[in-house]
């Protein structure tokens, strides 16, 4: 994870307070996330179909290692359906 591609994303945005009213959170929320470096999985995602940065680059780095793991043959199908729902966010 990238903090400062999260940074890019909230600025393409309008900012922490256009991005909280964009998203229907509070600014103290999107504050968390810019320090975290990342967000939850359904803010992420309308943050990358708002911004058009990659979701990849907007969750934490376990959500990434889902969606790797998820890949790769053997993976239980419920958990590649898990992986499926998120990589639309």
């Known amino acids: ?3 400062e591609t999260f940074k890019v994303a909230i600025t393409a945005l309008g900012g922490q307070v256009a991005t909280a009213k964009a998203l229907g959170v509070t ?4 504050s968390r996330w ?3 470096g990342y967000a939850p999985v359904p803010a ?3 943050i990358c179909a708002l911004s058009g940065v990659p ?3 907007l969750v934490s780095d376990e959500v990434k290692a889902a969606l790797v793991a998820a890949d ?5 199908r ?3 359906k898990a ?6 966010y």
């Open 1 to 3: 994870m990238s903090k």
């Open 27 to 30: 600014q103290q929320a999107v």
């Open 34 to 36: 810019v320090t975290l």
């Open 44 to 46: 992420a995602g309308k």
């Open 55 to 57: 979701l990849r680059s």
């Open 72 to 76: 790769k043959p053997g993976m239980p």
């Open 78 to 80: 419920r958990a590649k």
């Open 83 to 88: 992986a499926e729902v998120a990589a639309l």
